[in-house]
C-alpha cells in the first residue's frame, strides 16, 4: 500500500507537496482504516481543483515517476538520440515561472509497504533529476518490528562514492560498469535481476496509473481487452456481471476472429459483439462493442485495471474519473475500494475529479478529500480537508455541509469566475 508521495519542482508544483494516505486521528468512517505495518493507511483519496489548477499534475508526478523507474534503463545508450526517439523519452520539465526553479532538480519518492511480501516491511524510495541526469537517488528499508528505524540498502549522489549494503560484489560490480547519468539504479538493476532492486520496479510495475482525460488513452483503452477474454467464457461472463452492476443491459458477448489476408499471426484482429435482451422477450439483438456508449466504453477500458489492482493489492491512480461517467457510478467504483469484503488485498484508488457528488462526509473522510489550489505567482498547493483552516484558524468539523461550503470558495481550489463580457453581442 502506498503511504506517502511526496515531489517537488514538477510542472505547476514548486514547492514540495506530499500525498499522505496515512489515516490521521479523526473519529468518522473509522471502517475506511486498514492496519498494517504500524501505520494506519486509506485505500481511497480523491483530488479536487478548478481547471488548470494542477491537479493533473498530481497524477502526472506519480505518472512520470512510474515512467522513469520502468524505462530509464535503455537511457544514455550509444544510440541515445534514436533511443529516446523510438522509445518518446520524457524529459522532466520543473516549474518554469521563475529563474530559481528551471535550474533546480525535481525530486520524487515514495513510501509503501509491498502487499506482495505480506512482511510488513516498509520501503522509502525516491530521486532527483536535473535535466538529463540522475544527481539523487536513495532506497531505504524498514522492517514491521523496527518502528522508525530505517536503514540503507543504497544511497547514490553525483559525484559521490555509490553506497550499496547488503548486495553480493557481483551485483555491485555489474551496477557500477552499467550505470550512467540517465539510469536509475533501481531500473537498471531490475534488468540485471537483482532481486531487491527488482522488487522495487515490481511494486511501480504493478500499479495501474490511467489518464481518462487524454482523448488517445481514452481510445486505446476501450481496445484493450482483459486477460483471457477472447476464448475464456468465464472471462466474458465476469465482464458481464461487471457491468450488470451497474446495467443489466448487456447479456453475453461474441468473439470471432478477422482473418487477415496476408494470414499474419501477429495481427490477428477480433470482431466483438455484445448482445442485448429485447424488451417483453427472450430473444436478444447483437451490436458491436464499439457502437456502446462512451460510458460503456468507459468502463469496458477500466476492467483489466480494476481487475489487477483489487486482485493484487496495488494503487490504481486515476485522471478523471469522473468523465463520461453518472456520479452513482463513480460512486459505485470508490464504495468498491472502501468495502473490506470486495477489496480483500487493500487496494488503493487514488483519482482526480470535478464530481461534486462526492465532496461528501457520508461517503469520504475528511483527509481522504484532497484540493489543488493554484496561487498567483502560479504554483500549485496540495492539501486535505483535515488540514485546512480558514483565516480565523477554524478546521473543517465533520457534520459541516462540506460540499455546499466548497462550492461557495470557503476550502479555495474552485476557478474564479468572471463575467464573459467579451461574448456579447455586437449592438451595432
Not at 472502501?338 to 462526509?361: G, R
Request: proline share 2%.
Amino acid at each position: 500500500m502506498l503511504i506517502q508521495f511526496n515531489f517537488e519542482n514538477f510542472k505547476s508544483f514548486r514547492d514540495e507537496a506530499s500525498l499522505d494516505l496515512t489515516a490521521t486521528k479523526i473519529t468518522e468512517h473509522e471502517g475506511h482504516i486498514v492496519d498494517i505495518a504500524n501505520d494506519k493507511l486509506l485505500r481511497v483519496a480523491a483530488i479536487y481543483g478548478a481547471n488548470a489548477s494542477g491537479k493533473s499534475n498530481v497524477y502526472g508526478a506519480f505518472q512520470y515517476m512510474t515512467y522513469y523507474v520502468l524505462e530509464s534503463f535503455k537511457f544514455g545508450d550509444e544510440d541515445e538520440k534514436r533511443r529516446k526517439k523510438e522509445d518518446n523519452y520524457q524529459k522532466v520539465i520543473p516549474f518554469l515561472f521563475d529563474e530559481n526553479s528551471r535550474d533546480r532538480e525535481s525530486t520524487f519518492e515514495v513510501f509503501y509497504v509491498d502487499n506482495s511480501e505480506d512482511t510488513g516491511k516498509t520501503y522509502q524510495y525516491g530521486f532527483s533529476l536535473k535535466g538529463n541526469e540522475v544527481v539523487e537517488e536513495w532506497l531505504y528499508s524498514k522492517a514491521k518490528t523496527a518502528r522508525n528505524t530505517y536503514r540503507t540498502v543504497f544511497y547514490r549522489k553525483a559525484g559521490e562514492e555509490l553506497e550499496m549494503n547488503g548486495f553480493g560484489k557481483n551485483h555491485v560490480e555489474n551496477i557500477k560498469s552499467a550505470l550512467n547519468k540517465e539510469s536509475l539504479i533501481v531500473s537498471l538493476g531490475a534488468k540485471l535481476r537483482i532481486a531487491k532492486l527488482k522488487k522495487v520496479r515490481d511494486w511501480f510495475l504493478g500499479n495501474e496509473v490511467v489518464d481518462f482525460g487524454d482523448p488517445a488513452e481514452n481510445f486505446f483503452r476501450s481496445r484493450m481487452l482483459p486477460e483471457g477474454f477472447i476464448r475464456n467464457k468465464d472471462v466474458q461472463n465476469n465482464v458481464v456481471d461487471y457491468f450488470s452492476s451497474f446495467d443489466e443491459g448487456i447479456q453475453d458477448f461474441s468473439v470471432e476472429e478477422i482473418q487477415q489476408e496476408d494470414g499474419k499471426e501477429s495481427e490477428k484482429s477480433y470482431k466483438i459483439d455484445t448482445f442485448h435482451k429485447i424488451a417483453d422477450s427472450d430473444k436478444t439483438v447483437s451490436i458491436p462493442l464499439k457502437q456502446e456508449s462512451n460510458g460503456t466504453l468507459k468502463m469496458f477500458a477500466l476492467y483489466p485495471s480494476l481487475k489487477e489492482v483489487l486482485e493484487h493489492g496495488a494503487v490504481l491512480f486515476v485522471d478523471e474519473l469522473n468523465a463520461r461517467l453518472h456520479p452513482l457510478l463513480v460512486r459505485n467504483i470508490i464504495l468498491t475500494f472502501l468495502s473490506p469484503e470486495i477489496n480483500t488485498k487493500n487496494a488503493q484508488l487514488i483519482f482526480t475529479t470535478h464530481d461534486i457528488w462526492q465532496f461528501s462526509n457520508e461517503l469520504l473522510r475528511r483527509d481522504e478529500i484532497w484540493m489543488v489550489d493554484k496561487k498567483l505567482d502560479g504554483a500549485s498547493s496540495l492539501y486535505s480537508l483535515v488540514e485546512f483552516k480558514d483565516e480565523e484558524g477554524n478546521k473543517v468539523r465533520r457534520d459541516e455541509a462540506i460540499a455546499k461550503r466548497y462550492m461557495t470558495g470557503n476550502f479555495g481550489a474552485i476557478p474564479a469566475l468572471k463575467p464573459m463580457k467579451m461574448l456579447q453581442g455586437d449592438e451595432r
